[in-house]
């Protein structure tokens, strides 16, 4: 039977993964999409051929709806959906911070709730997807958000306790990098390159690394060992990081942004 799937507040994360869908194989025809604006509708439909309707329309004729409103607009939009949603809809929510059991004390006894955090490399096909059940999601409700997730990247199972945490590692992460990717240009501009060179240099040796470090199947460790020289110019950089406490900083950013995500929780954060 051909499954019909709605995204409920399209905007970036929604979007993302609507496009990836199609790319994976999806058919239009079965995508639903509800927007706050009409000409957002009107962009999506143009861009993509899926039908936009309402949340109501949404909740009533999808077999699967996956929520991608920000953590402080999920109350209204339960408020909305609720009366509407049958009991055997399985509802994805793909909001930081936001518990299942938020969702399951808002809408009918027993609804399926499974919790997803992806993140923006879904547009090319590269998200990590975290996934989450809630009480009365089973392993075919798992499988079908693995399913629509799996076509935009890789996914990983895990307990709902760690969604915090891999909220602030992975659906946060590409803004770590590409903050570093901007902070290193700035350092080729003060070497005296151009930005354009210096932002081309930067990201071959990202895309370098990163194949790397998916490829190769060494720790990091030794992949930065491997380019560190004896008496050379990479340990100059590394004793500089160092001083300046790169690495702290980088697990406090990390640990303030899974705080952040616990304070979401209740959807007024
Ligand atoms: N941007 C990112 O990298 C990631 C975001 N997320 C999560 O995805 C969710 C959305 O984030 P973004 O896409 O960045 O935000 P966004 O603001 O681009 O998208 C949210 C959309 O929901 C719409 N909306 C709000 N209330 C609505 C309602 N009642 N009915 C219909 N549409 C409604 C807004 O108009 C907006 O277009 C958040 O919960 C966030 O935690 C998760 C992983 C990564
Ligand atoms: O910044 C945020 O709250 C969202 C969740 C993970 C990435 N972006």
Redesign the pocket.
């Known amino acids: 039977m051909t499954q019909n799937v709605a995204v409920?507040?399209?905007?970036?994360?929604?979007?993302?993964l609507l496009s990836g869908m199609i790319r994976a194989g999806w058919s239009p025809a079965n995508l639903l999409v509800?927007?706050?604006?009409p000409e957002?509708a009107e962009e999506l439909r143009t861009r993509y051929g899926v039908t936009p309707v309402s949340?109501t329309e949404a909740a009533k004729s999808a077999d699967t709806l996956i929520?991608?409103?920000?953590?402080q607009?999920?109350g209204?939009?339960l408020d909305?959906l609720a009366p509407h949603v049958p009991a055997e809809r399985l509802v994805i929510?793909?909001?930081?911070?936001?518990p299942t059991s938020f969702f399951e004390e808002r809408l009918a006894p027993n609804t399926p709730v499974v919790r997803v955090?992806?993140?923006?490399p879904a547009l090319v096909d590269e998200a990590m997807s975290v996934i989450s059940p809630g009480s009365h999601a089973t392993a075919d409700h798992l499988a079908h958000a693995e399913e629509i997730f799996g076509g935009v990247g890789k996914t990983l199972r895990v307990p709902e306790s760690q969604q915090d945490a891999c909220?602030a590692l992975s659906?946060?992460g590409?803004?770590y990098f590409y903050f570093l990717v901007e902070a290193m240009t700035d350092a080729g501009i003060l070497l005296g390159l151009p930005r354009d060179k210096a932002h081309d240099l930067i990201v071959q040796a990202a895309i370098g690394a990163a194949v790397m470090l998916r490829d190769s199947g060494e720790h990091p460790v030794k992949l930065r060992e491997n380019v560190t020289s004896p008496a050379g110019t990479t340990i100059n950089a590394i004793r500089e990081l160092e001083n300046h406490g790169v690495r702290a900083a980088l697990i406090a950013a990390l640990e303030a942004a899974r705080d952040r995500s616990r304070e979401?929780a209740t959807g007024n954060g």
């Open positions: 409920l507040g399209t905007g970036k994360i929604g979007e993302a509800t927007t706050r604006r957002r949340n929520l991608t409103v920000k953590p607009d999920m209204t939009l909305e929510s793909g909001a930081a911070g936001i955090m992806t993140n923006t909220t659906g946060s590409p803004a979401l």
